[in-house]
C-alpha cells in the first residue's frame, strides 16, 4: 500500500508543478466538471427556482388569504391568467398549486438540497479529489438543467402550465379535454420529469459509488459524518424509487399521446363515450406513490444529516447515538418503500391491506423518534454556539416533532378518511416535509458558505431570517391545522360559495397575511447570501471548530481539493469536548497517537497499531 | 481558485484497502440496478392490472421464444470474446464480438417481427392493456438492448484498434456485464409474459 500511495503523492505534486495553468471561463464554469463547481450550479438553480416557487404560493394565497381582491396591477404580468374583473382565473388558480408542489418538490427540494449538498461535501467529507466520474456529474447538472427550461417555458404557454396537482393523477391530468393545464402544460411537465429522473440518477450513481469506492484511508463506514451517511441512503432511495415514477410516467405518455388505455377506462365527456377501455387510474396512484413517498425522505434524509452534523458541531458535544443515528436512518430507508399506500386509504383500498400499511406507517415514528431524541440529547448541556447554521437545526428539529405528531394521525386509515386531502394534510406536510427541508437546505448554506464562498455570512442578518421564518412558519401552518379538521378540501379555488365554509375567512386572512411576512423574511436571506459572496468577512480555515475533512482543505479549494497528500483519517468525526484534550475538538485527521492524553482505554491499542504501521511505513520507503 | 490541480481519472483512483470494484463498473451496477426497478414497476403493474380482470387472453408468437434463443446465443459469443480478450487473443476476440453484434441485431430484427405476428393476431399497442403492456414491456427492453447494441460498437471498434486486451478489460467487463444483464432481463420478462398472459 506505501508504494502505491508515494506514487499518488508524486503524481500529485507532478501535476501541480506543470499543469497549473487557468481554465478558461466555459469550463471552470458552465461545463466544469469539479464538484464543487456543480454544487454551487445545483444550489444557484434551485434558489432561483425556490424563488418562483415561493412567487406562486405568495398569488395563491392571496386568492384563499382575500378572495376576490383585484390584482389588476399585475396584469402586465399575469395577463390572461386574471378575470375581467382582475381576479385570478380558476384554472391559473389550479396551475398554480400544482407548479408550486413540484418546483417545491423535485426542483428546489430534491436537485437543489441534495444536488448542493451531496455533491459539495461527499468528497470534501470523505477525503476524495472529486467525484467517481466528474463527466457524468455534469451531465446530471445539465440534465437537470435542461429540466428547468422545460418545466419553465410551460409557464409561459398560452394553455398554461400542468394544473392537475403535483401529484399528475390521471384521468384529469391524461385527458387534454379535462382542463387547459391538461394540455401542452402537462406534456412539457412529463417530458421535463423525464430529464430530471436521468438527472437524479446519474447524480445518484455517482454519490453511491463515490462513497463506497473512493473513500480515504482510515474513512470507514463507521467513521463517516452523518452528512455522508444521509447523503449516500438518500442517493439509495432515489436509485429505486426514480425509476418505477419513470415507468409510470412513460405509461401516462402513451395514454395521452398514443391512445393507449392503461390508465383509462369508461369515461364519458360530454356524454359520448371516450374509446378507451380496460384502464385503471388507481394503478398510477401506485406506481406514483411508490416513488411519492420515498421522494418524502429523499427531500427529509439530506436535512436531517446536515443537522447532525451542524448540532453536534455547535453543542461542541459529540453526537449521541452515532450508530443509533444510522440505524434509524436505514430504518427509514427501508421502511419509506413499504408505506406507500398510506396516501391511497380513501382510494377504495382493501380495507385489510389499509391495516397492514397503516401499520407499517406508524412503526417510522420508531427511527424518528430516535432521531429526534437524539438531536436533543447532543443539545442538552452542551455550550451552545447560537450559530445561524444551529438556530435553523434547532428550528429543524422542532419541526420534525410538531409535524411528525400529526404524521401519526394522518398514517390512522380510519382518521384519515375525515382528514384526507384537507388543509390538516396541507399543514403537516409543509412543517416536516416542506419547511423542515427548507431549514436543513438554509442550515447547510449558513454552515458551509464560507466554505464554499471562502467569505462569512452576516449573522446577525441570519438571526433575523431565522426569528422571522421560524415564527412565520408556525403562524401559517398551525391555524391549517383547525381549517382542515373543520373540513376544508385543498386545492379549492375558493369557499366563500359554501356556508359552511365561510367562517374561517378571518384565519385565512391571516394565515395569508404571515405568509407574505416570511416570504418577506427571505429577501433578507437572498441579500445576506448574494452580498456576502462577494463582500463577506474573509472566512478562517476553520470558522466553526469541525472536526470533518473539508475543513482542512485550503480555504478556497481547487479542483483535486486537497493540495498534496490527501488527509489520512484516524477518528470519527464527533470528538468535542473529550475529557483531557487540549481543544474542544480533535479533527478526523489528528492520529490517536499523538493524543495520549484524551484516549480512551481502546483507543490507546488503536494508537499503539497507528505508531506500528508508520514505523513500518517509514522502513518501506527507506527500502 | 487558481491554484486549481489538473485531475484526470487516474488520479481518481478507488482506494485498494476499502473496495477492489473500479468505480465505473460499481457505477454500471447501480444503473442496473435502476432499470431492474423500472422493469419491476412495470411486471408488477401488468400483475396488478392483470388482477382487476377485463383482460385479454391471446397467445404469445412463437417468434419471441426464437428470439430469445438468438439473444442467449449472443450471450455464449459475447462470453468467447470476454474470455479470449482476457487471453489476448484478437482473432476470436473479432470474430465473437462480430458474431455478437450481428446477434444482436437479430434479436432487434426478430422483435419487430414479433410485433408483426401480434399484430396479425390482432393485438394492437392502442386496445386492452394486456396487448398494451406487452409493447411497452418488450419495446422497453429493446430500447435498452439498442444502448447494449451501440456499447458493443464501442467495444467492436476498440477490439480493431487493439485496445482491448487482457491489461485493459475495464470496459469489456463492464459491457460483458450489460450484455449478461440485458439478456437475462429478456429470459425474465419472456417467462414472465408466458406464464401471465
Known amino acids: 500500500m506505501s508504494t502505491t500511495t508515494e506514487l499518488n503523492i508524486g503524481h500529485d505534486v507532478h501535476h501541480d508543478e506543470h499543469h497549473d495553468h487557468k481554465q478558461s471561463f466555459i469550463s471552470k464554469y458552465i461545463f466544469s466538471t469539479d464538484h464543487k463547481m456543480i454544487a454551487k450550479q445545483y444550489l444557484v438553480t434551485g434558489i432561483f427556482w425556490g424563488i418562483i416557487g415561493v412567487l406562486m404560493s405568495v398569488l395563491f394565497r392571496v386568492q384563499l388569504g382575500f378572495p376576490g381582491a383585484n390584482l389588476e396591477w399585475l396584469r402586465p404580468v399575469l395577463g390572461g391568467w386574471l378575470t375581467e374583473a382582475g381576479k385570478i382565473d380558476p384554472e391559473f388558480y389550479l396551475a398554480l398549486v400544482t407548479m408550486h408542489g413540484t418546483i417545491m418538490v423535485f426542483f428546489v427540494l430534491t436537485a437543489g438540497l441534495s444536488g448542493t449538498f451531496s455533491n459539495y461535501l461527499i468528497p470534501l467529507q470523505i477525503g476524495a479529489r472529486d467525484m467517481a466520474s466528474g ?110 415514477l419513470f415507468a409510470a410516467a412513460l405509461l401516462l405518455v402513451f395514454d395521452r399521446s398514443f391512445g393507449t388505455s392503461f390508465y383509462l377506462s369508461d369515461i364519458y365527456i360530454g356524454g359520448e363515450a371516450l374509446p378507451n377501455m380496460g384502464g385503471s387510474p388507481i394503478l398510477y396512484q401506485h406506481l406514483f406513490w411508490f416513488l411519492g413517498h420515498p421522494e418524502v425522505y429523499i427531500v427529509l434524509l439530506p436535512a436531517l444529516g446536515i443537522t447532525s452534523e451542524i448540532i453536534a458541531t455547535n453543542s461542541r458535544k459529540p453526537i449521541f447515538g452515532y450508530r443509533a443515528m444510522i440505524g434509524s436512518m436505514l430504518g427509514i430507508t427501508v421502511l419509506s418503500f413499504v408505506v406507500w399506500a398510506h396516501h391511497m386509504f380513501v382510494s377504495g383500498l382493501n380495507p385489510f391491506l389499509g391495516s397492514v400499511f397503516m401499520f407499517l406507517t406508524l412503526i417510522i415514528a420508531v427511527p424518528s423518534a430516535v432521531k429526534v431524541f437524539n438531536y436533543i440529547t447532543t443539545l442538552w448541556k452542551g455550550n451552545i454556539i447560537f450559530t445561524p447554521a444551529t438556530l435553523f437545526s434547532i428550528g429543524l428539529v422542532s419541526f420534525f416533532i410538531s409535524g411528525g405528531l400529526t404524521g401519526i394521525f394522518l398514517g390512522n386509515s380510519v382518521i384519515d378518511i375525515q382528514l384526507h386531502d384537507t388543509y390538516f394534510v396541507v399543514a403537516h406536510f409543509h412543517l416536516v416535509m416542506g419547511s423542515l427541508s427548507i431549514f436543513g437546505l438554509l442550515a447547510g448554506i449558513y454552515h458551509w458558505f464560507p466554505k464554499m464562498f471562502g467569505r462569512m455570512m452576516d449573522a446577525k442578518l441570519g438571526h433575523i431570517h431565522f426569528w422571522m421564518t421560524f415564527i412565520g412558519v408556525y403562524l401559517i401552518f398551525f391555524p391549517m391545522h383547525y381549517i382542515g379538521i373543520a373540513g376544508f378540501p385543498r386545492r379549492y379555488y375558493s369557499w366563500t360559495n359554501f356556508d359552511a365554509f365561510s367562517g374561517y375567512t378571518d384565519l ?29 468577512k474573509k472566512a478562517p480555515q476553520n470558522p466553526w471548530n469541525s472536526n470533518t475533512l473539508e475543513w482542512t482543505a485550503p480555504i478556497e479549494p481547487g479542483h483535486g481539493n486537497w493540495v498534496g497528500e490527501i488527509p489520512k483519517v484516524y477518528r470519527w468525526p464527533y470528538d468535542y469536548s473529550k475529557p483531557g484534550a487540549k481543544d474542544d475538538f480533535i479533527p478526523q485527521h489528528v492520529p490517536l497517537s499523538t493524543t495520549p492524553e484524551s484516549n480512551l482505554p481502546h483507543e490507546q491499542e488503536l494508537a499503539k497499531q497507528e505508531q506500528l504501521n508508520t514505523s513500518a511505513h517509514a522502513k518501506t520507503t527507506e527500502s | 481558485m487558481d491554484k486549481s490541480i489538473e485531475i484526470d481519472q487516474k488520479d481518481i483512483k478507488p482506494s485498494l484497502k476499502i473496495l477492489s470494484m473500479h468505480p465505473l463498473k460499481f457505477a454500471m451496477w447501480l444503473f442496473i440496478v435502476s432499470i431492474v426497478m423500472m422493469f419491476a414497476a412495470l411486471t408488477s403493474a401488468y400483475i396488478v392490472r392483470q388482477a382487476e380482470g377485463d383482460w385479454l387472453i391471446y397467445e404469445l408468437p412463437t417468434v419471441f421464444l426464437i428470439n430469445t434463443f438468438i439473444l442467449l446465443s449472443s450471450s455464449v459469443t459475447m462470453h468467447i470474446a470476454y474470455a479470449a480478450a482476457r487471453k489476448d487473443n484478437f482473432k476470436t476476440l473479432k470474430v465473437a464480438m462480430v458474431l455478437t453484434s450481428a446477434l444482436a441485431i437479430a434479436f432487434l430484427v426478430g422483435q419487430y417481427y414479433a410485433w408483426g405476428a401480434l399484430v396479425d393476431i390482432e393485438v394492437y399497442f392502442v386496445g386492452n392493456p394486456a396487448g398494451s403492456f406487452l409493447y411497452v414491456i418488450s419495446g422497453l ?34 459491457c460483458t456485464t450489460y450484455w449478461h444483464f440485458l439478456d437475462g432481463l429478456w429470459v425474465y420478462l419472456y417467462i414472465f409474459l408466458l406464464l401471465n398472459h
Not at chain 1, 149 to 175: D, N, R
Not at chain 1, 512 to 531: D, E, K, P, R
Open chain 1, 135 to 244: 463527466f457524468m456529474n455534469m451531465l446530471s447538472y445539465w440534465f437537470f438543467f435542461i429540466s428547468s427550461i422545460v418545466m419553465l417555458s410551460s409557464i409561459f404557454i398560452e394553455s398554461g402550465p400542468a394544473a392537475g396537482g403535483w401529484t399528475v393523477y390521471p384521468p384529469l391530468s391524461a385527458l387534454p379535454q379535462a382542463i387547459q393545464g391538461s394540455q401542452l402544460g402537462m406534456t412539457l411537465w412529463l417530458v421535463a420529469m423525464v430529464f430530471f429522473i436521468v438527472s437524479i440518477l446519474l447524480g445518484g450513481i455517482n454519490y453511491i459509488t463515490t462513497v463506497i469506492n473512493l473513500r480515504t484511508e482510515g474513512m470507514t463506514f463507521t467513521r463517516l459524518p452523518l452528512t455522508i451517511w444521509s447523503f449516500f441512503l438518500t442517493a439509495v432511495i432515489g436509485l429505486l424509487s426514480f425509476p418505477v
Open chain 1, 508 to 536: 385565512n386572512m391571516f394565515v395569508s397575511i404571515a405568509a407574505f411576512v416570511t416570504v418577506a423574511a427571505q429577501f433578507i436571506f437572498l441579500f445576506n447570501f448574494f452580498y456576502s459572496m462577494y463582500r463577506g
Open chain 2, 141 to 174: 427492453h429493446a430500447f435498452h438492448l439498442i444502448t447494449g447494441v451501440i456499447f458493443i460498437f464501442i467495444m467492436l471498434f476498440s477490439a480493431f484498434k487493439y485496445k482491448v486486451h487482457s491489461k485493459n478489460m475495464v470496459k469489456m467487463e463492464m
